[in-house]
């Protein structure tokens, strides 16, 4: 069996990381790859709200993990430590995925896709100068005029995504 591989789709607040995420998601499946995801985000839905039973199996019942399912969807809560590794995540909750998509951990040691768009900022995460700034696998932008010292691809570029799952799959890290 072929190793998993791991890269995280970063960028400001609004900048279209969910939707550059899903396009990508979608054209490795299109492959015929199996795609995972991990998403930094918000408290998990049903624990925030005190006395449901989601979050009275997860506390009072001090479960280890508690599997809610509804609606054909499954959702795993799981007890862990505050410090949060994207890959020792992947590794425990995502085996058998050809690639797992991560969403946001942008201090992650991870090979790195940016969305730049300057209505959400009007400067990239990416720095040339910063120690990790290898890590940099490209930036999608909608800017015509940016240029950087790594691969740059706009959205109105033709086959744009198709490039772009390309160098993922070539540049993303083996778990």
């Known amino acids: 069996m072929a190793e998993t591989r791991i890269l995280a ?3 400001k607040k609004g900048s279209g990381k969910t939707t550059l995420l899903t396009a990508l998601s979608a054209e490795f499946v299109r492959k015929g790859r199996r795609v995972m995801t991990v998403k930094h985000g918000a408290p998990a839905a049903g624990l925030e709200t005190r006395g449901s039973d989601t979050e009275r199996h997860f506390r009072e019942g001090l479960a280890e993990r ?8 499954l959702a795993c809560y799981d007890h862990r ?3 949060i590794d994207p890959m020792a995540l992947a590794a425990r909750y995502l085996d ?3 690639i797992v998509l991560v969403e946001g951990f942008r201090q992650a040691p991870l090979p790195k896709i940016e969305v730049f768009r300057r209505v959400a900022d009007p400067a990239p995460i990416y720095d040339p ?7 940099w696998v490209a930036i999608v932008t909608d800017d015509d005029r940016f240029e950087a010292a790594t691969a740059v691809l706009r959205f109105r570029d033709t086959m ?5 799952a390309n160098l993922a799959w070539e540049r993303a890290r083996l778990l």
């Not at 508690?66 to 969807?73: A, D, R, Y």
């Not at 100068?129 to 890590?135: G, I, M, Q, S, T």
């Not at 744009?160 to 772009?164: P, S, V, Y």
């Open 9 to 11: 789709v970063i960028g």
């Open 96 to 98: 058998g995925a050809d």
């Open 160 to 164: 744009w995504l198709q490039l772009l």
């Open 81 to 83: 430590p505050e410090s």
């Open 66 to 73: 508690s599997l809610v399912v509804s609606s054909g969807i």
């Open 129 to 135: 100068a910063a120690p990790n700034a290898r890590e």
